[in-house]
């Protein structure tokens, strides 16, 4: 009797992991809702092309390479997250699966994560900068201040992986 409780206790636990898939398919919503901001954006842009300063352009163009990388970024935990979490995805023979797919394990979605979280911060530093005389210096420091705290998080990050991957595995 123990054994059999036990045994669908932990049918239930292994299927607990289908509880993340709608949290995934939430992430795509995200993207599809980054992909309205983006070409409502890029309308704007075309119709303000001849009114615009360059340093509202090259705001703008940063902004979208922005949206571009969190969507990006939104897809690699989606996939990695799916297929490390929930099942794997059963599109070997695509011709555009992308050569990454499954090979990304946790580790590598942590700096995958960290890299991009850097990457948009810069570019957020870089729009501020653009504009810098519209900040207080307090602003500043706290936007530099953070920025520096995704790239130590990063190296501390790459530096965790690289100590474990000397170590044996048990």
Do not use: C
């Amino acid at each position: 009797m123990r054994e059999k409780i036990e045994t669908n206790f932990e049918r239930m636990i292994y299927a607990g992991r289908w509880l993340l898939a709608p949290l995934f398919a939430g992430l795509f919503v995200a993207i599809i809702l980054l992909l309205i901001k983006f070409f409502k954006l890029l309308g704007v842009m075309v119709l303000n092309t001849l009114n615009a300063t360059n340093g509202q352009m090259l705001i703008n163009i940063l902004t979208l390479v922005d949206t571009a990388l969190l969507a990006g970024l939104l897809i690699i935990i989606i996939f990695s997250g799916y297929e490390t979490f929930v099942s794997k995805l059963n599109i070997n023979q695509h011709e555009d699966r992308p050569s990454w797919m499954g090979k990304v394990g946790f580790s590598g979605l942590k700096i995958k994560l960290i890299s991009a979280i850097v990457a948009i911060s810069t570019i957020e530093l870089l729009k501020v900068f653009i504009d810098w005389r519209s900040y207080t210096e307090d602003q500043l420091f706290w936007k530099v201040a953070i920025h520096m705290t995704f790239v130590v998080s990063g190296i501390l990050f790459s530096i965790t992986d690289f100590i474990n991957s000397k170590t044996q595995h048990h």
